[in-house]
């Protein structure tokens, strides 16, 4: 499920991405960005675009013959009016939401209660935490209210029921934490859903061409890995990287003296190669004990970074791929680059042994900065790249790709690859085809037979991807917008009109 929160473009300050960067520093980022590049300027090298070219001509090939044999739903959505009261007689109000009291008799009997009429409301269904069946209702944020959420995770089948006319609510008790109150929306016509129109199927169906629905990118069964989680290599991984840091004298972390060491550590890691390629000519232990520690190490797991760039090096890269997606890399907080960090390091390794289906999930998630963490705060966003040109170069359709992951939909593949909002808008203000993608995106907006919803979020998308453009083109692109904005339904363009 993917949360109404993201839409609203971030309006943080250029200072704020300014300290980000500062607290990173030269330690965290290259001098030629994020990840550092090739001579190509790409973070892929030469030979492995020219590998991945040669898949997504063939899956381009095989796309243009396909036929769209599925018809695609929009997301169950409809209007609704919140309300919320916090004072007055709260246990009578619910009394009578149960009984169905019509909205106008309502408000005008609880004139304390505070309302929002003609809200645009989203029906998710979702598999929750515990991996349990849940439903949300969700309004959609416009106009500077932020949005309301209904969730349940009983008795589902009851809403699947007609809701118009009827009230779904949220009633709290008073406690020590909060008074008593109940919200509440209610339902003036029944939600519904719609085929998506043929041109925005196509692109829903290029997204799963592309994005193989077959996989994902980590096993069922792969282990949390991060600052916050604790892991235990296997006895035989733990021995090999005991004999390695010993004989290539990798420094032990010294506290008192942290500037020192990581001077030290730098020096060992710019001879770390230069002495293992010396010390395996003259000992076989290395390659012994790194034998035997993938032997346990596939079938137990045990295994970090490290351990991971050997066996990439000097045993195979199938399995140190096979190590990574057993291992996913939870951020410590909003500043932490590790979990990007491994998804590059699956990325690379997915194209350079030609295995596209994990290859461009993995690239996704970097452009989407899809990962776990503690927190996400928007200063840290600023140093993270969006990698648009990498896909560009392989000659993949970008448009009908990024569009294509945008739309949401009630019916989607399993394993479909939803992008976020915020982050796409931000990729595509780099794309090298700007006029096709904003006529494209217009159009959307403006497109009647394409459901709300998703006009909305064309709409959001727009915005994200004007935020970055610059300034020159930022008026004339407003222009365009607002005039997209007058042809979206009355309910949702008075909205926005009025958070300008």
């Not at 960067?21 to 960005?33: D, E, M, S, V």
């Not at 243009?64 to 009261?85: F, M, P, T």
């Not at 003036?188 to 077959?214: N, R």
């Not at 365009?480 to 958070?499: C, F, G, M, Q, R």
Request: hydrophobic residues 35%.
């Amino acid at each position: 499920m993917a949360s109404l929160t993201e839409l609203k473009y971030s309006s943080m300050k250029h200072t704020i991405i300014t300290i980000a960067f500062l607290l990173f520093g030269k330690a965290i980022f290259a001098q030629n960005g994020e990840f550092g590049s090739n001579s190509n300027g790409l973070i892929y090298s030469d030979t492995t675009v020219k590998q991945l070219k040669f898949i997504v001509d063939s899956l381009n090939l095989k796309f243009r013959v396909c036929e769209l044999n599925k018809i695609y739903q929009s997301k169950i959505q409809g209007k609704a009016h919140y309300v919320i009261l916090e004072k007055g007689k709260i246990k009578e109000a619910k009394k009578d939401m149960q009984a169905d009291m019509s909205f106008d008799e309502f408000v005008a009997k609880y004139k304390r209660a505070e309302v929002e009429k003609n809200l645009l409301v989203i029906k998710f269904k979702y598999k929750n935490w515990d991996e349990n069946d849940a439903v949300q209702f969700s309004s959609v944020e416009l106009g500077g209210k932020h949005e309301h959420e209904f969730t349940f995770e009983k008795n589902l089948e009851e809403y699947d029921k007609p809701l118009k006319g009827k009230w779904l609510f949220e009633y709290s008790e008073k406690d020590q934490y909060s008074d008593e109150y109940i919200q509440a929306f209610y339902f003036p016509e029944e939600l519904s859903s719609q085929a998506i129109p043929l041109e925005y199927a196509k692109m829903i169906q290029y997204s799963d061409c592309m994005v193989d629905t077959s996989t994902q990118i980590f096993y069922e069964k792969a282990d949390r890995t991060g600052v916050r989680y604790s892991r235990e290599e296997t006895k035989k991984v733990a021995a090999f990287m005991t004999y390695v840091n010993k004989a290539t004298g990798k420094p032990e972390y010294d506290s008192d003296e942290y500037e020192s060491y990581y001077k030290k550590l730098h020096v060992w890691d710019s001879l770390r190669s230069q002495r293992i390629d010396s010390l395996r000519k003259v000992d076989k232990t290395f390659d012994l004990l790194l034998d035997e520690a993938v032997k346990e190490a596939l079938v137990d797991f045990g295994t970090g970074a490290d351990f991971e760039e050997y066996v990439g090096l000097y045993y195979s890269k199938k399995t140190e791929l096979e190590f990574k997606r057993n291992r996913i890399v939870v951020g410590g907080c909003s500043m932490d680059n590790s979990p990007r960090i491994h998804a590059l390091e699956i990325a690379r390794l997915s194209a350079e042994t030609v295995n596209w289906e994990i290859f461009l999930r993995s690239h996704l998630d970097i452009m989407n900065d899809n990962f776990h963490r503690v927190s996400d705060g928007s200063y840290a966003w600023g140093a993270r790249q969006t990698y648009i040109k990498e896909l560009e170069v392989l000659d993949i359709n970008v448009l009908d790709l990024m569009l294509g992951i945008s739309l949401r939909i009630e019916n989607p593949s399993k394993n479909h690859y939803y992008g976020s909002i915020g982050r796409l808008g931000r990729a595509l203000s780099e794309t090298e085809k700007k006029t096709e993608i904003e006529t494209k995106m217009l159009e959307m907006i403006s497109d009647t037979k394409l459901d709300d919803f998703n006009r909305v979020l064309t709409y959001y998308l727009f915005l994200n991807y004007n935020h970055y453009l610059e300034e020159d083109k930022l008026k004339a692109n407003k222009e365009k917008l607002a005039l997209a904005v007058k042809t979206l339904p009355e309910y949702i363009s008075t909205k926005i009109n009025a958070e300008k």
